[in-house]
């Protein structure tokens, strides 16, 4: 599976931003796809999942509300979209794939290379 993050930039606090995750070569067996960000210093964390086959989706409680992810089965990508974007929310977002539904991050196989987002007033 090759998975291609695009879609960051620089924002402005307050704003609104959809990232996108193209997916290629994936198999039945690679059902979950999840994004995280990682920020200067920090551990890498999850933000939210889905599934291709149900759209069945995770968040985690600190972007609940805020966040939304979902997926074009036809494109093969997979979205986030981030509302009310802080300064807090700067950092660089991964998306990734894994063979079910799943927070953990040890449980995903394949990453892409990551899209710097920069929330700034």
């Known amino acids: 599976v090759q998975l291609q993050a695009f879609g960051g930039g620089l924002v402005r606090t307050g704003g609104f931003l959809r990232l996108s995750c193209a997916a290629s070569?994936?198999?039945?067996?690679?059902?979950?796809m999840g994004w995280f960000r990682q920020a200067p210093g920090k551990e890498r964390v999850f933000l939210a999942a889905i599934t291709w086959s149900g759209g069945s989706t995770h968040y985690a409680d600190s972007v609940k509300g805020r966040v939304t992810i979902s997926r074009d089965n036809a494109k093969n990508t997979v979205y986030l979209q981030i509302r009310s974007l802080k300064s807090e929310d700067t950092a660089v977002y991964y998306c990734?794939?894994?063979?079910?539904?799943?927070?953990?991050?040890?449980?995903?196989?394949?990453w892409g290379q990551g899209t710097q987002v920069t929330v700034s007033s």
């Open positions: 990734a794939s894994a063979s079910a539904l799943t927070r953990r991050k040890e449980a995903y196989e394949y």
């Open positions: 070569g994936r198999t039945f067996s690679s059902d979950g």
